[in-house]
């Protein structure tokens, strides 16, 4: 039996991000950009790191493409600064446990696969 070689899977992602240095604003920020926040399912879209002074701040992911369709408008940047917010962007290490098995088997089966088995009958 061949085993998977789970380090092929390591990747990291830069993704936009608002900073906040309050963690009870991600509520309020989430309920007022949902639109723009990043949904995936095996990545968490707050996060914490550490900013300027050692100051812990949360991170809330935003997705990329939601970013360069519908940017955000200048009442939500108004918001975010009146909030001591900020724009950035933030690195997210992915690995194999970040991807579903849908995935995993397309990326380790030959690529003239014409499909990808979900199950077995």
């Given amino acids: 039996m061949r085993q998977l070689d789970r380090a092929a899977f390591r990747r990291q992602a830069t993704l936009?991000?608002?900073?906040?240095?309050?963690?009870?604003l991600c509520s309020k920020f989430l309920r007022k950009l949902q639109?723009?926040?990043?949904?995936?399912?095996?990545?968490?879209?707050?996060?914490?790191?550490v900013g300027e002074g050692e100051k812990e701040e949360k991170v809330?992911?935003?997705?990329?493409?939601?970013?360069l369709q519908t940017p955000l408008s200048p009442d939500d940047l108004q918001w975010i600064t009146d909030n001591r917010g900020r724009m950035g962007t933030h690195t997210?290490?992915?690995?194999?446990?970040s991807y579903s098995p849908r995935a995993v088997l397309a990326a380790v089966l030959p690529a003239d696969s014409d499909e990808i088995p979900t199950g077995f009958e």
């Fill in 92 to 97: 997210v290490s992915l690995d194999y446990h």
């Fill in 16 to 24: 936009p991000a608002v900073f906040l240095p309050e963690p009870t």
């Fill in 60 to 67: 809330v992911l935003l997705t990329p493409e939601s970013c």
């Fill in 35 to 49: 639109h723009v926040v990043l949904r995936y399912p095996r990545i968490k879209n707050v996060q914490t790191s």
